[in-house]
Every structure is written in C-alpha cells, then in structure tokens.
C-alpha cells in the first residue's frame, strides 16, 4: 500500500502527463540523474507511472559524471532496487568550468554543458525523450530571476522539442512543491548523493529561492498560485511597443 502522499504525487504526476502529453506509447525515456533528491524521486514515480498506467515506455536512467568525485553508490543502489541499469558518463565539465574557464558565476555554463552531454548520450541509447527533476519550486524560482536579474519574463516549459538534437525534454514534476520530494525522500528512505560542486548553496539562484519560500510562508499557497498564473496568461496584458 502507497500513502496518501504518494498517492497525491503519483496524481500530480499524472495530470502533468495527461495535460500536457509528455510521456507517450513507445517512447524511451532518459532520465537526468544527479543523485539529489529531486532526479531520484523522479526515477521513482516514473517507475509508478509505468506500472500503474497503460502506458508502455522505457526508462534509463544516466548519470553525467562531472569530475568532482562524487560517491554514487547510494544512486546506483537506487537504481538496482528499481531494477534499472544506471548509465555513467565521465566528463571534465567540472575541470572546464572552475579550472580552464575560471566562472565567476559557473552554474549557467555548467547547466549548458551537462544537458549538452545528457542529451548526447540520451541519443547514443537510443531515448527520444530526456527527463529533468525540475519541480514546481523551480519553475517560480526561474521566473523571479529572470524578473529580477534579465529583466524579462522568461522560464523553461513542462515540454520542448529540440531540434537540433532531435530529442523531446520532458519535466514530470512540475506540479509537484519541492517540500513533498522532501518528505516522500525521507518516508521511503532515499538517500541522495552528497554535492561536492564548490558553488553548492552560494548562488543567486538558493537567494531567489528563499525570496520565494519567504512569500509563501506569508502568502500560503502562493507558489501554487504563480504556477496557475503561468498557464492562465493574459497576452493582452503584456505591453509590447
């Protein structure tokens, strides 16, 4: 027996799927892992979607190596449990970013670089969709910066084809508030792969997340609201010259 929690998830997922078809009869999906609590729980409840729908899709899992040295014995453990394959694949991001680039802000180039590697090796395995743990948190962070910092209304979108490479990228978790990833984690006991990146928790996008977990503890259900927002827009309302 699942609890209503999952259950609740398991739901969000699912409504994610139907409204806006990420997931199809056929398809061999990729799945993002950095070992953090928001790809594993991913990889979980895909597995649940698979099982408990009519949907008949392939999961792999990959892993992009960035060089930090990372221990990944609790995901590949992980993965065995679910009995799926973990795919590894060693890169020098890690090198080109903080030693050969030298970043002042190295999270954007290192995001550009370890999805140009997942959707490389996603094709080499023969997956034409990629799935990122990006949750409903995420979306409203990525607004806000791009408010804040671009001066623009800009943020990624539950699914995108990308041409060039010839892949769908596919984010399941959307409706799904980073506080139940955490408690479903705790409750079924997901150990997530401890983040050596020297720029963990010093970014400008942890300061837009505490703005935003700030507003919701005044404005309870605001991050929901904002995600609503995003789906009901008024392009009436935008002002273009």
């Not at 999906?29 to 408990?52: H, N, Q, R």
């Not at 930090?68 to 590949?76: C, R, T």
């Not at 983040?195 to 997340?209: M, Y």
Request: positive net charge.
């Amino acid at each position: 027996m699942y609890s209503r929690r999952i259950k609740y998830v398991f739901k969000k997922i699912r409504d994610a799927n139907l409204k806006y078809h990420l997931i199809a009869n056929g398809d061999t999906v990729a799945v993002g892992m950095s070992g953090g609590k928001d790809s594993l729980t991913l990889l979980y409840f895909l597995t649940l979607l698979k099982k408990y729908t009519p949907l008949n899709f392939a999961i792999k899992p990959v892993y992009i190596d960035l060089g930090f040295g990372n221990d990944i014995s609790p995901l590949e453990k992980f993965c065995q449990e679910l009995k799926l394959p973990l795919c590894v694949e060693p890169t020098n991001i890690g090198k080109i970013v903080f030693e050969m680039r030298k970043e002042k802000n190295p999270c954007s180039l290192c995001a550009n670089l370890r999805r140009g590697a997942l959707n490389r090796v996603a094709k080499i395995h023969g997956c034409n969709k990629v799935a990122l743990g990006h949750h409903l948190d995420d979306a409203v962070t990525t607004l806000f910066m791009s408010m804040l910092y671009e001066r623009r209304y800009h943020l990624f979108k539950p699914k995108t084809y990308l041409d060039r490479m010839d892949i769908t990228v596919i984010r399941p978790l959307i409706y799904v508030e980073e506080k139940d990833i955490k408690l479903i984690c705790e409750q079924l006991g997901i150990m997530p792969v401890q983040n050596l990146c020297p720029a963990s928790g010093q970014t400008k996008r942890q300061e837009i997340k505490e703005l935003v977990e700030m507003i919701e503890q005044n404005f309870p259900g605001a991050k929901a609201n904002i995600l609503a927002s995003i789906e009901n827009v008024d392009q009436d309302s935008f002002w273009f010259a």
